[in-house]
């Protein structure tokens, strides 16, 4: 049923959808306990440091910099772990079979599926895991395609963004959004 001609597709972006909705949804109160202690940390440093150059050099720039990265910190474990389940319950082998057709139309073939969808996680070791690829052909298309995808270094930036667009709206409108600058990466990748 997975690798259905109509039906896997449609189950595939669902996969996605909810894989990318839940980056928001879940993380969201992860989210505001991180930011939370950080803000505590920077207003209990400062109190101690008093006022000065020191004092704000460590709450406005150490912490709050920590913060600033910190924060998408649940964002990024989300995504990795949802990737992680789908590739242990087997569904991404399912998926490249089922991709192999649409991926032989650009030169390439199902097997430059897990190192593309790696791509989204990290770009480096994705085009590393194109090594395995028989074709040496294949194996340049995908390394040279890897670096459009949308990596998780790029999360914080889309997070952030959309964050801002989609505020007080459907944790879902986030989610969709987050999965169209996806496709849209995938699209441009196979242009």
Same mark, same amino acid.
């Given at each position: %049923?997975?690798?259905?001609?109509?039906?896997?597709?449609?189950?595939?972006?669902?996969?996605?959808?909810?894989?990318?909705?839940?980056?928001?949804?879940?993380?969201?109160?992860?989210?505001?306990?991180?930011?939370?202690?950080?803000?505590?940390?920077?207003?209990? @440093?400062?109190? !101690? !440091?008093?006022?000065?150059?020191?004092?704000? *050099?460590?709450?406005?720039?150490?912490?709050?910099?920590?913060?600033?990265?910190?924060?998408?910190?649940?964002?990024?474990?989300? !995504?990795?772990?949802?990737?992680?389940?789908?590739?242990? @319950?087997?569904? *991404?082998?399912?998926?490249?079979?089922?991709?192999?057709?649409?991926?032989?139309?650009?030169?390439?073939?199902?097997?430059? %599926?897990?190192?593309?969808?790696?791509? %989204?996680?990290?770009?480096?070791?994705?085009?590393?895991? @194109?090594?395995?690829?028989?074709?040496?052909?294949?194996?340049?298309?995908?390394?040279?395609?890897?670096?459009?995808?949308?990596?998780?270094?790029?999360?914080?930036?889309?997070?952030?963004? *959309?964050?801002?667009? %989609?505020?007080?709206?459907?944790?879902?409108?986030?989610?969709?959004?987050?999965?169209?600058?996806?496709?849209?990466?995938?699209?441009?990748?196979?242009?």
């Amino acid at each position: %049923f997975l690798l259905h001609p109509f039906f896997g597709y449609v189950i595939f972006a669902l996969v996605m959808i909810t894989l990318f909705t839940s980056i928001f949804y879940l993380a969201t109160p992860f989210m505001d306990y991180v930011d939370e202690f950080f803000s505590f940390l920077g207003t209990k @440093s400062a109190t !101690l !440091l008093g006022d000065g150059l020191f004092a704000d *050099l460590v709450a406005n720039g150490v912490i709050a910099s920590f913060a600033a990265v910190f924060v998408f910190v649940p964002q990024i474990f989300i !995504l990795f772990l949802g990737i992680g389940f789908l590739e242990d @319950s087997g569904y *991404l082998a399912r998926a490249s079979t089922l991709i192999d057709k649409p991926f032989s139309k650009i030169g390439m073939n199902g097997r430059s %599926f897990v190192p593309m969808l790696s791509g %989204f996680a990290c770009a480096v070791p994705a085009i590393m895991a @194109s090594r395995t690829l028989g074709n040496y052909r294949e194996r340049m298309i995908t390394m040279f395609v890897i670096p459009l995808m949308s990596c998780s270094a790029r999360l914080p930036v889309f997070a952030l963004l *959309l964050t801002f667009l %989609f505020y007080n709206k459907p944790s879902w409108m986030a989610g969709l959004a987050l999965t169209v600058i996806y496709i849209g990466s995938i699209i441009i990748g196979a242009i």
